[in-house]
């Protein structure tokens, strides 16, 4: 079984394998019980958006992870995905700054790519 940072680095990859857009990670294992990392991407239009959630659905199948659940489909402008310990944010560019995550959770730590390898 994989651990939360291995996760967070599939997961992560994905996004950026389909070109996500500022892709953040955040981790939020200290200040908050619902998950280790925040991942928070955005793409450019809706069928960008579509390819970034199918390529994490995959990779982390492939990994044996399934989701515990996700919401929105592949018309929304903001998908969330759960795999428990890791969370994927992905954004429209409006829906992303409308939102602002990482405003409310900037108690939590920014890592970089490299640190999850």
Do not use: C
Not at 57 to 73: F, P, V
Not at 82 to 92: K, L, M
Request: zero cysteines.
């Amino acid at each position: 079984m994989l651990n939360s940072k291995e996760m967070a680095r599939i997961a992560y990859d994905a996004l950026d394998e389909k070109l996500g857009k500022d892709i953040r990670i955040i981790k939020i294992d200290e200040i908050s019980v619902i998950a280790d990392y925040l991942i928070i991407a955005n793409g450019n239009n809706s069928p960008q958006i579509t390819a970034m959630l199918d390529n994490v659905e995959l990779k982390m199948h492939e990994n044996g992870i399934e989701s515990k659940r996700i919401e929105g489909n592949k018309n929304s402008t903001w998908i969330l995905m759960d795999y428990r310990d890791v969370i994927v944010h992905i954004f429209s560019p409006e829906d992303r700054l409308f939102y602002d995550l990482e405003r409310i959770w900037r108690d939590g730590r920014t890592v970089e790519r490299e640190e999850l390898a």
